[in-house]
């Protein structure tokens, strides 16, 4: 009886020390930062709504790892040290790429990931005139893919302001849109809107593309 005991201790004791042995590995401590970038600017997303993906190989668990992009264009990734490979994935408001980005994760490593957007919005800005927010801007068709769908004005209580965080939007379908010209948008500010202050944001849509491309979002003084 007693030599059960025994060999059902070392068994116990052999199972915690092997327990503990897998659960001390190194957690990954190297941060990647970067920005989805075109002609050096940081491309306006909505906040967690693209996706780039990391893979690395040499390994017996290869799996992607997914890296959502920041409404500013920014990314992060907590990593282990080695040799990845980025991909652009398709369905984002840029031309989808097969070619891959090395990226060499040696501590705090830093890359831009360069996009190739099928519109752009440029020269911005955002007015209050009586109830209304207005916007001013210039859509230009930058890729030789894509059809443009419309454009949104979209208004909000905070920075994230998008597609599916707002209080009021308007859109302006592209048959009232010229490229390359100035257009003029306007938005009713909601009655129930009791700050200083709104956000508003442009998102320009391709046909049959999930995400827009957004402009800053930027705070308008309402007093």
């Not at 990391?54 to 992060?76: M, R």
């Not at 905070?158 to 306007?186: C, F």
């Not at 508003?200 to 003084?221: C, D, F, I, N």
Request: net charge negative; hydrophobic share 40%; proline share 3%.
């Amino acid at each position: 009886m007693k030599t059960k005991i025994l060999l059902l201790s070392v068994s116990i004791i052999l199972f915690i020390f092997t327990g503990c042995q897998e659960d001390n590995y190194d957690a990954p401590g190297s941060l990647l930062t970067g920005r989805v970038v075109y002609n050096g600017e940081a491309v306006g997303v909505r906040s967690n709504g693209v996706q780039i993906e990391l893979w690395q190989h040499g390994y017996a668990n290869f799996e992607k790892i997914p890296v959502y992009v920041n409404q500013d264009g920014t990314f992060s990734a907590v990593l282990f040290d080695g040799d990845y490979k980025l991909v652009r994935l398709a369905g984002a408001p840029w031309e989808a790429s097969t070619d891959s980005i090395d990226v060499e994760v040696r501590g705090g490593t830093t890359v831009d990931v360069p996009v190739v957007p099928f519109f752009n919005v440029e020269n911005v800005s955002f007015s209050k005139s009586g109830g209304n927010v207005t916007a001013t801007f210039t859509v230009n068709k930058v890729s030789s893919q894509g059809t443009l769908n419309r454009v949104v004005l979209y208004l909000g209580k905070n920075y994230l302001t998008d597609n599916g965080y707002n209080i009021a939007s308007v859109a302006l379908p592209a048959a009232d849109i010229t490229l390359g010209a100035t257009t003029t948008l306007s938005v009713a500010i909601p009655a129930t809107v009791n700050t200083d202050f709104i956000y508003a944001r442009v998102g320009v849509e391709t046909s049959g593309v999930g995400q827009l491309l957004y402009s800053t979002s930027e705070k308008v003084a309402l007093n």
